[in-house]
């Protein structure tokens, strides 16, 4: 059975930094995409970034130049690094693995920017 279990959420002022970190568990197909959506309430999921197995990235917009997406296959662990924080990226955290088979999810990590 694969889980997807995400951390480092939390709190944080404007203009900081957090890590998110996601590890899979179970058995999983080499090429896959791992990612990081993102939801505040009354709205839905967005994507945040997405990495192949190659390694190829993809982010929102929004983002660009504060986060940075990165995966470390020997730990199966994708990691979210947020820097320049806003209270606009303030919200639940999710991350994503997307197989030929299936899409799996995490349970979510809470991420709040405020002073």
Aim: with cysteine.
């Amino acid at each position: 059975q694969v889980r997807l279990v995400e951390s480092g959420g939390g709190l944080v002022q404007p203009g900081g930094s957090l890590r998110l970190s996601c590890t899979v568990s179970g058995s999983i197909a080499s090429e896959n995409t791992m990612g990081w959506y993102r939801q505040t309430p009354g709205k839905p999921r967005g994507l945040v970034a997405l990495i192949t197995s190659d390694s190829v990235t993809n982010y929102v917009d929004s983002v660009k130049g504060r986060f940075t997406i990165s995966r470390d296959d020997a730990k199966n662990t994708v990691y979210l690094q947020m820097n320049s924080l806003k209270p606009e990226d303030t919200a639940v955290y999710y991350c994503t693995l997307d197989t030929v088979a299936r899409d799996y999810w995490g349970q979510g990590t809470r991420v709040t920017v405020s002073s």
